[in-house]
């Protein structure tokens, strides 16, 4: 089962930030927060991830609490492009041979 | 460079008929993994193989499904005497593997269509 909590669908105005929020309230202290996404059609494709501390790429930025039980997704300025669903994911570090476990994830769209 | 390729991207069959789903993963690339997609749902984990062994098969649903990387890169998913409820996306994902978590690469994935 995931160990995460997201809501279905949100909205966003294009050119606006987009605030994906995620609850991990049991993540242990050896999992990372990932989040990835999934565009009509596509197969999901990886955004970004992090332990505790905050973390930016040239897609995203990852705000994790200080406790670990909860993370943003923070889309700075969505484009129709960024119109997909999000998933949260918690993994154990050097789990590369272990499947990720999706959710359903934060269907989200963004409206021109 | 070239990513995860999937082939047919789309296949209709018949229920009972035999399928086979192929996956090219991204050019040395350890680990495979394949997933399974109802509609409305995210992916689910079917199988994983490290190079040409196949590690775990816990997610198979049934003895009707069947995978294979003989070479340690191309694999092929084969579903036998498919049934409706087979349909759904099949998704094939690599990474550069071994302990460290690297990020799976996803294929476009295959639609498969049971009537």
């Known amino acids: 089962d995931a160990k995460t909590t997201q809501p279905t669908s949100m909205d966003c105005a294009e050119g606006r930030a987009a605030n994906l929020p995620c609850n991990h309230s049991?993540?242990?202290?050896?999992?990372?927060v990932y989040w990835y996404r999934q565009i009509h059609s596509q197969g999901p494709q990886y955004i970004i991830h992090?332990?505790?501390n905050n973390e930016t790429n040239e897609m995203a930025s990852l705000i994790i609490t200080e406790d670990r039980k909860s993370s943003t997704l923070i889309l700075p300025h969505a484009t129709l492009r960024d119109t997909a669903v999000y998933y949260c994911?918690?993994?154990?570090?050097?789990?590369?041979?272990?499947?990720?476990?999706f959710g359903k994830g934060t269907r989200l769209s963004v409206i021109a | 460079g070239a990513g995860v390729s999937q082939s047919p991207r789309y296949k209709v069959a018949k229920r009972g008929q035999d399928v086979a789903l192929r996956c090219d993963p991204i050019?040395?690339?350890?680990?495979l993994f394949w997933y399974q997609q109802a509609l409305g749902q995210g992916p689910e984990f079917l199988t994983y193989?490290?190079?040409?062994?196949?590690?775990?098969k816990s997610g198979l649903p049934s003895d009707r499904f069947f995978a294979e990387r003989p070479e340690g890169s191309v694999s092929t998913l084969k579903i036998q005497r498919t049934q409706q409820e087979d349909s759904a996306v099949y998704l094939c994902?690599?990474?550069?593997?071994?302990?460290?978590?690297?990020?799976?690469?996803f294929g476009p994935g295959t639609r498969l269509t049971v009537t």
């Open positions: 994902a690599s990474s550069r593997g071994g302990g460290s978590s690297y990020e799976q690469y």
């Open positions: 049991t993540i242990s202290g050896n999992e990372y």
């Open positions: 992090g332990l505790k």
């Open positions: 994911i918690v993994r154990e570090r050097n789990s590369g041979n272990t499947p990720l476990v």
């Open positions: 050019s040395g690339h350890v680990s």
């Open positions: 193989f490290q190079n040409e062994a196949q590690l775990d």
